[in-house]
Every structure is written in C-alpha cells, then in structure tokens.
C-alpha cells in the first residue's frame, strides 16, 4: 500500500469501518511509514478536538418548551381533522377541550361555546370582536393544513390583487412589504362573520402570517388590538376603509411591525 | 392509534432525540435561531410522518428530516451567494511545511475547531458532524445523506483532511471555496 492509499483508508480504519483484508493493509503500511504515523496521530487528535461536548449546540430550555407545545398543537389538530366536517365550525374551541375526544355533541356544544368564547378572548372586549378573533383564528389553523394555505400562489402582488375581482364585492390592498422583510406568498378567499372576505398571506422565517381584510363600515380606530390565543397573536384595527385582522404563531414584537406597516400603506 | 397516544409515543421515541436534532441544525444553518426554525419544522414534519416509522433506528430517522429540512431552508432563506457547498474539486488549504524532522501539532483550540468547522463545505461538514457529533455508522450518514458509503467514506476522508491542513496552520487565511453549483444558471 503507498501514502496516497493510507490516506485515503486510514479516516475510515479510525472509525473502525474497513473490513479485516484492508484494515490488515493499512495497519501494515503504518508500521512501515512514519509520515502516515504521523497523520494517524494528528487524525486522532482532531478527534478528540471534535468530540469536545463544548462544541456540541444545546437547544435552549424555552425552544424545548415552544416545542412541545407545538407538537401538543399539531397533535388536537390533526385529532380535529379526523372528525367528520360538521364539527369544523368547533375547532377553535377544541383547541382546549380537543383531549376531550369524542364527546357526545350536545355537551360538547355547550362546552365548546363556553371554553372557546372564555379563552380566545379577555383584551378585545366587545362580544362581537370576540366572534370574529374565534373565526379568523379558525380561519388561521385551517389554512395551516396542508393545500388549504393560498388559492392563488403568488408573491406579485399584480397576480393577487386581480385575482380578488369578481370574488369580492370590494379591492382588498396588497401591499408590497418585501423591503422590510415580510414576503408576500399569497392570498385566499375566506369567509368570516357571515362574509366573504380577503386573506393575503405574508411569511417571514418559515411563519406563515393570514392577514384578514374585509370593508370597515365602522368607525375607524386605528389603535392595534391584541390577543394572545394558545400560542398564536391575533391582531386587529379598524382603518379608514378596511377592517385588518392578522394572525400568525409569529412572535407578538414581529407581527406588530407587520401590523404597523400595513397600517401605513 | 388516537393522536394523543401518537404524540405520547412521539415524545417517548423521538423527542429525547432534541438535542441531536438542533445540534445538526445548528451546524448546517450555522445560526441558533435559524437551526430553531429548522428543528421546529422538522419535528412536525416527523409528527405527521410519524406512522411512516416501522422498526427503523429513531434516530437517523429523525436527523434525516432534520437534514432535508435544513437543505430547503437555506435554499428557501438565504441567497445563494451566501451558501457555501463543496463541489467534487475543492481548494484545499496548501499542505504545510514539508520538512520532515518538523513535527506537525494540530491546534486543538476549541475556538480555532469550531471556526475551522464552520467554514468546511457544507457536503464535508454534515459528514463529520454526524460521524463526530453524532456517532453514526457509514452506513446510517449513508442513508441520512442519501449517498453510497463510499461517499461517506471519502467525504469524511477528505473532510477531516480539510479541517487538518486548517488546524495545523490555523492562521493562514483559508482557500475561497466556491458558491454552490446549484445556484448559478446551468
């Protein structure tokens, strides 16, 4: 065997991975070279720099916990989906009563208007706002299952806006947020308070964001509104035309830039 | 199988697997929040596959899909200038002084290693990440890269190479090494 081979060989006779013949070739070859010796040692030292548990990265202690609640999360809603379609309406509430299983429908009405209208909402106080915050996050988590996300994929917004007409009885604004980092991917028909309404859908970092926006035939009070359901953000503001309702698992600090930028446009 | 039971056998097989998971995420995204990101994807993609898993090793199972979802993310997330890949032709840092009486110390400088590491091409770095870190057989760093063994074997062959030619002479600058192939026109 000459250098060139040894060399080649000898990161995997380390690892103990060559058979008896070759590793009985190589052992050869190091006790006859003292340059392949040498590199055996220095390999051997490398190991060992590598196998420092220094350099091992540790998930911190609050991602393990962000973790496990997201798994918790993915596991009631995929208990939710493999109920037949006439419990959908209920799925915000079963968030929280989701390790309910199946319930008999009539108690689990009950409950799931209570426990749904008790939790999703405490900072938006009037009963109506509270309807809605229920119905976009429901709208939020059911787009999160897989092809229900974007009826029209697109990051143009020339493609989404048009895309609007003739669904809807208004012109939802798209704006292009990309300089400030927020990606436009898409938008979707949806349907909240008994409406048709606009949902674009902006990501940033993997976070997929559903931006609600139907005409505001309220007063306009532009002060951001803010819920914290379950370990997703909801947003909400009345503009001088539309009404915007944001939701997303982003963190509240990001999607409060986001709720400011759109708020500008 | 309910999901509450899916999500108690989840924990118990594939979570106590966290820590490897991030620590390959970290070292192919090379950023803490980003290998966060990664590892959270990851874990719910691996929830939803989780009935795909039948008698095979959690382990390599898992970082698999830690490894795909890393991929995506860089080539989702980053411009391709900024991502460094290896092509089958690298320049390798120059062998140091060829004076034979010399005896080569490798700087075992945990700060010198991880530099050295990070900058090892990405095709190079997975390798020996999973080999060092990781402790998987050639034959599982096969299947979790979806390359033949004799890949592995050379990619940690010339991978360990690489870093040793570093650390050997840690202060000399290191050879540029070219943006991913993949990212330019073909």
């Known amino acids: ?265 | 199988m309910t999901s509450q039971e899916k999500l108690g056998r989840f924990e118990e097989q594939i979570s106590p697997h966290l820590k490897s998971a991030y620590n390959l995420a970290r070292w192919l995204t090379r950023s803490h929040e980003d290998a966060e990101d990664v590892v959270q994807e990851a874990f719910l993609r691996a929830f939803s596959a989780f009935e795909n898993l039948r008698g095979e090793d959690a382990k390599p199972w898992l970082l698999t899909i830690v490894r795909n979802t890393s991929l995506t993310w860089l080539k989702r997330n980053r411009n391709a200038g900024a991502q460094v890949s290896i092509d089958e032709s690298p320049q390798d840092p120059s062998e140091p002084s060829p004076d034979p009486e010399e005896i080569l110390l490798l700087s075992c400088d945990r700060e010198q290693v991880r530099r050295a590491l990070e900058q090892l091409p990405s095709d190079f770095r997975e390798a020996v990440v999973l080999r060092e870190m990781e402790g998987l057989s050639y034959k599982e760093i096969s299947t979790t890269i979806g390359v033949p063994l004799g890949t592995v074997m050379s990619r940690l062959s010339r991978g360990r190479d690489w870093l040793r030619r570093i650390l050997i002479n840690p202060d000399t600058s290191l050879s540029p090494v070219k943006p991913e192939g993949g990212s330019g026109p073909k």
């Open chain 1, 1 to 265: 065997m000459k250098c060139d081979d040894s060399r080649i060989y000898l990161s995997a006779y380390l690892d103990d991975e060559l058979d008896v013949a070759e590793s009985i070739r190589v052992q050869k070859h190091l006790a006859e070279c003292r340059e392949c010796r040498e590199a055996q040692d220095q390999q051997l030292a490398l190991r060992s720099a590598l196998r420092d548990p220094e350099l091992h990265a540790h998930p911190s202690a609050d991602f393990s916990k962000r973790l496990q609640a997201s798994l918790r999360r993915a596991a009631k809603e995929e208990a939710q989906s493999r109920r037949p379609a006439w419990t959908d309406w209920l799925r915000v509430g079963s968030l929280r009563i989701g390790y309910l299983g199946w319930v008999p429908a009539a108690a689990a009405l009950v409950i799931v208007t209570t426990v749904g209208a008790l939790f999703v909402m405490n900072g938006m106080r009037s009963s109506h706002d509270q309807v809605i915050a229920s119905a976009v996050l429901a709208g939020h988590i059911r787009s999160l299952q897989a092809g229900h996300l974007m009826d029209v994929p697109s990051s143009d917004r020339h493609t989404v806006k048009p895309w609007f007409q003739g669904k809807l009885d208004f012109s939802p604004p798209v704006p292009d947020l990309s300089e400030m980092g927020w990606t436009l991917i898409g938008g979707r028909l949806d349907y909240v308070d008994g409406r048709p309404v606009a949902a674009l859908i902006y990501q940033r970092r993997m976070h997929n964001i559903n931006v609600f926006v139907w005409p505001n035939h309220d007063s306009a009070d532009s002060t951001i509104k803010e819920e914290d359901a379950q370990g997703y953000q909801i947003l909400h503001w009345n503009g001088a035309e539309m009404t915007y309702w944001v939701v997303s698992d982003l963190n509240r600090e990001e999607l409060l830039d986001l709720a400011r930028a759109l708020r500008g446009h």
